[in-house]
C-alpha cells in the first residue's frame, strides 16, 4: 500500500517546486524507490507573501466591514436607518475614509458591493484604501446553511464558481479573502462539522492563493454556550488540527495565509468570566500547539465581546513575543461606538470617524502589548453578544 502512494506521488512534475527526495529502505528492494515531497509554487507565491506582510505590520490589524446586505440592514436598524444601498455607501464611506487610518489599520474586508462603489464624490472606495496604505480584501464565502446529517449545525457555502469569482474580485484591486464558517460548541461539534468546516476552508484557501488573495481562514468557534474555557480549548485544538491537516492536503502556503480564530473563552452563558490574562494564557496555549510559525499573522475576530474586552484581551496575547503577529480584525469591537455616535447625522460624521480612530488606536496599542484600558467609557464596556449571531 505504501509503495503505491510513493508511486503516485513520484509522478509529481513541472509545476512543483522545493523537491527534494529521500530513499525508501525496504529489504525486499535492494535500490528503494525515490520518494518526492512537494511545495507547490504558484504564479503569485512571492505577491501572497508580501500582501500577508504588509497585512501584518506592527501595529496594525484589518477593519471588517464585510457584513452582508442584510446584516449591515441590522447595523443600520440599530441607529434607526433603513437599509437602502445609499445608506450602507454613506456608512462605509464614513469608515473608509477616516483621516489617519491607515496608522493603525492596514486591511479592510469589504462586502462584494463595497468592492464596487465609489464615495459620493466618485473615487472608488478600493483607492481610498490603497491611498491610505490599507490593502483591499473581499468576504468571498456564500453564508452558512443548514448540514443534513448533523446535529443541528452547518455548512458554509461558496466554492462554486470561486476561482472566477477571485479572479474578477484581485482584478477589482482586493489582495486578500475571507471565508468565515462556524463551529458550535454546544452542537457538540460533530465530526462530520468540522470535518466539513476545515475542508471547505482548506479548499478556499487553495482557490485563493492561485488567484492571488491572501486567504483568512477563519472556522469562528460560537461564543455560544454555558461551557467552561477548558472545553473551548478543546474543540478549538480540535478544529485547528484538523484545518492544517486539510490546509496542508491542498498544499496550501501556509507563508501566505491570514488566520481570524475566536479568542479562547468561557461560553457566553457560563456562570464565570474570564480574565484578560486567563483568555490570552488559553488562546495562546492552543496557538502555540496548533499554529506552524510559518504562518505570518493572527488576526481576531471580536464576537461580541465589548470593544474594551477584545482589545483588553489582544492586549494581554502580547505582553510577550509571539511566533507570528497577533492581532485583530474586529467588525462589532471596532464599530460599535461609531455608529452610536453617527446615528445617521450628517453633524456627527467627523466625530464618528473620531471613534473609528479612538477604537483603531487603542487595538494598535494592544497589538504592541501596550494599551491600558484608563478612560474607556462606558459604551466601550457594553457586550455586543448575540446568541446564534448570524453574519
Ligand atoms: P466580529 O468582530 O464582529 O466578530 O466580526 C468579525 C468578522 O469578520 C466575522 O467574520
Known amino acids: 500500500m505504501a509503495s503505491a502512494s510513493f508511486v503516485k506521488l513520484n509522478n509529481l512534475s513541472s509545476p512543483w517546486i522545493g523537491q527534494r527526495s529521500f530513499a525508501h529502505h525496504s529489504a525486499s528492494s535492494p535500490s528503494p524507490p525515490r520518494v518526492s515531497f512537494a511545495i507547490r509554487a504558484g504564479a503569485y507565491s512571492d505577491e501572497l507573501v508580501k500582501t500577508a506582510k504588509s497585512i501584518a505590520s506592527p501595529g496594525r490589524g484589518i477593519l471588517a466591514i464585510d457584513e452582508s446586505n ?32 491607515g496608522d493603525y489599520i492596514s486591511g479592510a474586508i469589504l462586502f462584494e458591493e463595497t468592492l464596487y462603489q465609489s464615495t459620493k464624490d466618485g473615487k472608488k472606495f ?55 464558517t462556524v463551529v458550535s460548541v454546544p452542537c457538540g461539534p460533530s465530526a462530520l462539522a468540522v470535518k466539513e468546516a476545515a475542508w471547505g476552508l482548506a479548499r478556499y484557501a ?29 474543540v478549538a485544538e480540535k478544529v485547528w488540527s484538523e484545518v492544517f491537516f486539510y490546509l496542508a492536503q491542498n498544499n496550501v502556503m501556509f507563508e501566505g495565509i491570514l488566520l481570524k480564530p475566536s479568542m479562547v473563552t468561557p461560553g457566553a452563558e457560563h456562570k464565570n468570566k474570564a480574565s484578560p490574562e ?85 487595538n494598535s496599542l494592544a497589538q504592541l502589548g501596550k494599551y491600558s484600558a484608563e478612560g474607556e467609557n462606558e459604551d466601550a464596556k457594553r457586550g455586543m453578544f448575540v446568541k446564534g449571531y448570524t453574519y
Not at 306 to 327: D, I, R, Y
Not at 345 to 355: D, I, L
Open 278 to 362: 486567563t483568555v490570552a494564557e488559553h488562546t495562546l496555549t492552543m496557538l502555540k500547539r496548533r499554529v506552524p510559525p510559518a504562518v505570518p499573522g493572527i488576526m481576531f475576530l471580536s464576537g461580541g465581546q465589548s470593544e474594551a474586552e477584545a482589545t483588553l484581551n489582544l492586549n494581554a496575547m502580547n505582553q510577550n513575543p509571539n511566533p507570528w503577529h497577533v492581532s485583530f480584525s474586529y467588525a462589532r469591537a471596532l464599530q460599535n461606538s461609531v455608529l452610536r455616535t453617527w446615528q445617521g447625522k450628517p453633524e456627527m460624521f467627523e466625530a464618528s470617524q473620531k471613534a473609528l480612530l479612538v477604537r483603531a488606536k487603542a
Open 70 to 101: 442584510a446584516t449591515c440592514g441590522k447595523r443600520l436598524a440599530s441607529i434607526g436607518l433603513d437599509n437602502t444601498e445609499e445608506n450602507r455607501q454613506a456608512y462605509r464611506q464614513l469608515l473608509l475614509t477616516t483621516p489617519g487610518l
Open 126 to 180: 478600493v483607492d481610498c484604501l490603497r491611498d491610505a496604505n490599507i490593502v483591499p480584501g473581499i468576504k468571498v464565502d456564500k453564508g452558512l446553511s443548514p448540514l443534513p446529517g448533523s446535529n443541528d449545525e452547518s455548512w458554509c457555502q461558496g466554492l462554486d464558481g470561486l476561482a472566477s469569482r477571485s479572479a474578477e474580485y484581485y482584478k477589482q484591486g482586493a489582495r486578500f479573502a475571507k471565508w468565515r
Open 206 to 234: 487553495a482557490i485563493s492563493q492561485d488567484n492571488g488573495l491572501v486567504p483568512i481562514v477563519e472556522p469562528e468557534i460560537l461564543l455560544d454556550g454555558d461551557h467552561p474555557i477548558e472545553r473551548t480549548l478543546e
